[in-house]
């Protein structure tokens, strides 16, 4: 109807769908129609079009034959009943994850990619879950609320490296329950969220609600809970992007046994969550503690998502920060155990001006560099939030299909009459042999396999005869949905003009 190009219309989709979700909302819809009517007037359909001060005086396009169409609808409009007054429909896929909702979803009601997501995960890949107790071994169920929510910003390190300090820069104001200070301040891991207005939410409360996606916290029980908070504030940035701030990792076998819960666990469960992972050091405390080892390991197989930043970089020369750099990389390459350098962020994330006497305009202007890399990085998040899900699903499609390989292979070893307590305990003793095992006979990659002594953890208190055997149709419906369901979801909601 625009009389525009296909490649005009093409650019004018990417913008419009800028986070690649496959459809327009309301308020992409309104900045399609604006780059429509500003391609009619001659420009040429760009980003920065967005910024400028030329949308507020903007006409709306000329679409051909509209107005014929309007005219239609509403000449059928009044031949219905004027007194029907029809109720909202709500989501359709609100009810797809409750008790009583049927496992087949139609394919019709998938208006988007992470629709489709949600059709795949119930009527494909929780079945399987569910038959194996990934739940219990790997990570709990997911619910609608964890398809639905934004994109989340984890931030780990120890003891007043700048985490909340880094927050309230980003958000350039205080969020409710910061607080500040040279000491172990924040005791607690804060999720700083969006919401009408400012308010702390319990961790109790925020873990039983349907909207949120922290209902798998529940698993950590309630010494963690107690420990745990929603900060909620009216705020742009917050709209797009979740931040999760962190207790300040400390130093010491003694200090570590005394926390109430499994911090460790607690932070891979939000590494999983999460869609960057950033690891604050300070210049002046550039030791990794035993815990901090331990956390920088659990977060295994997120390497794409972790970054890491040098804070507070002002407070030492040139000549001190080029040695820091080169000791702090030399300590993340043998906690990592990986062959490739991470990005590392040299720079000082408050709002106080940069300390010009100890670097000088040089270091200035790196830092200045640095901080516009890192918060290009912050803003490509919401973008790529679709990928990342997409991403996130099959990763743990894998999962759950050699957890089940894993769980079938021990229940084939266990004996049908006598000894099967011993069996079990040889089993268990020897889960890294059974891993090999499982890993020759249906060829899966060893990198992909769970960490052997969490897995023993909690196999011990299951009874391995009675895990279900093998289910052929389930792992092929997962097979079938990674091979050919989510490619085709993806062709389905791609750009249409591309």
């Not at 973008?383 to 390989?405: G, P, Q």
Request: positive net charge.
């Amino acid at each position: 109807m625009s009389h525009l190009s296909r490649q005009e219309l093409k650019q004018v989709w990417a913008i419009a769908d800028s986070k690649r979700e496959g459809y327009l909302g309301f308020k992409e819809f309104v900045i399609s129609m604006q780059l429509v009517s500003l391609g009619q007037s001659g420009h040429s359909i760009t980003h920065d079009l967005l910024t400028t001060d030329i949308l507020q005086n903007i006409k709306p396009p000329q679409m051909e034959g509209l107005d014929a169409l309007v005219a239609k609808k509403k000449r059928k409009q009044k031949d219905k009943d004027v007194n029907a007054s029809p109720s909202p429909l709500p989501s359709p896929s609100s009810n797809w994850f409750s008790a009583k909702s049927t496992k087949k979803v139609p394919a019709s009601s998938v208006t988007s990619i992470i629709d489709g997501l949600k059709r795949l995960y119930i009527q494909k890949l929780k079945p399987l879950e569910v038959a194996y107790r990934y739940n219990d071994f790997v990570s709990p169920l997911l619910n609608n609320s964890d398809f639905d929510a934004k994109p989340m910003v984890m931030l780990l390190g120890q003891y007043s490296t700048g985490k909340t300090t880094f927050i309230k820069h980003m958000l350039q104001s205080s969020y409710p329950g910061a607080h500040i200070g040279p000491e172990p301040t924040t005791d607690r891991f804060v999720v700083v969220m969006s919401g009408p207005d400012e308010r702390s939410i319990p961790g109790n409360t925020v873990a039983v609600q349907a909207d949120m996606p922290f209902g798998g916290l529940t698993t950590f029980g309630t010494a963690f809970l107690s420990k745990f908070e929603c900060s909620q504030m009216p705020h742009p940035l917050l709209e797009h992007i979740t931040f999760v701030d962190s207790p300040g990792v400390l130093s010491g076998e003694k200090q570590r046994s005394q926390r109430s819960y499994d911090f460790t666990g607690v932070t891979s469960w939000f590494a999983a969550k999460s869609d960057l992972i950033l690891l604050l050091f300070d210049p002046h405390k550039l030791d990794i503690s035993d815990e901090f080892k331990r956390v920088i390991s659990s977060l295994r197989g997120h390497d794409d998502k972790i970054r890491v930043v040098l804070n507070k970089s002002d407070q030492v020369d040139t000549q001190q920060l080029m040695r820091i750099y080169g000791a702090l990389m030399w300590s993340l390459g043998k906690v990592l155990n990986i062959p490739e350098v991470m990005r590392v962020y040299i720079g000082s994330f408050n709002d106080k001006p940069v300390n010009d006497r100890a670097n000088g305009l040089l270091g200035n202007e790196l830092f200045e560099r640095e901080q516009d890399d890192l918060l290009s990085d912050l803003k490509d998040i919401p973008k790529k939030a679709c990928d990342r899900k997409i991403n996130e699903f099959v990763k743990r499609a894998r999962a759950a299909k050699i957890h089940a390989y894993i769980i079938s292979h021990l229940k084939k070893q266990m004996p049908t009459m006598m000894g099967k307590a011993k069996a079990q305990q040889k089993l268990i003793d020897n889960l890294e042999g059974e891993f090999a095992k499982v890993q020759r006979e249906y060829h899966l990659p060893p990198g992909d396999f769970p960490n052997v002594d969490h897995f023993k953890e909690v196999l011990s208190g299951y009874n391995i005869d009675k895990f279900e055997k093998l289910k052929p149709k389930a792992i092929q419906a997962v097979d079938d949905m990674l091979a050919h369901d989510i490619p085709n979801l993806l062709k389905s909601f791609r750009n249409p003009y591309g």
